[in-house]
């Protein structure tokens, strides 16, 4: 299971950190990512995160503003978003992978949390 928190609402610019607990399974063995599904669009890779948590993996839109990151003994993966704008507007999806080369391919996805960037 993993439940995700951390959404709101935030002025273009802004920051949000999400973070996600995981239970049910060894944390400590898979690798982890956030995807996110905006109004309209099919969901997308945002980030990924390797099981000893030295290797990462971000998509273009997002290089450089957002930052993953993980704690195995808290069983938790975060995701620190940072010159937040309009576009990251989506429901974050906290997703154990089953695949990172070539493509992130999830495993199984727990409940989204919605993050808003609007002034």
């Known amino acids: 299971q993993l439940q995700a928190s951390g959404g709101g609402l935030v002025q273009p610019g802004g920051s949000l950190r999400l973070s996600c607990k995981a239970s049910?399974?060894?944390?400590?063995?898979?690798?982890m990512a956030w995807f996110r599904q905006a109004p309209g669009k099919e969901r997308e890779f945002v980030s990924a995160?390797?099981?000893?948590?030295?290797?990462?993996l971000y998509s273009d839109s997002v290089k450089g503003r957002f930052t993953i990151s993980r704690d195995n003994v808290e069983r938790t993966v975060y995701l620190q978003m940072n010159s937040l704008k309009p576009e990251d507007t989506a429901i974050y999806y906290c997703?154990?992978?089953?695949?990172?080369?070539?493509?992130?391919?999830?495993?199984?996805w727990g409940q989204g949390t919605q993050v808003t960037v609007s002034s």
């Open positions: 049910g399974f060894t944390f400590s063995r898979y690798d």
């Open positions: 995160v390797a099981w000893r948590g030295g290797d990462t």
């Open positions: 997703s154990r992978l089953r695949q990172w080369r070539p493509t992130p391919i999830s495993a199984f």
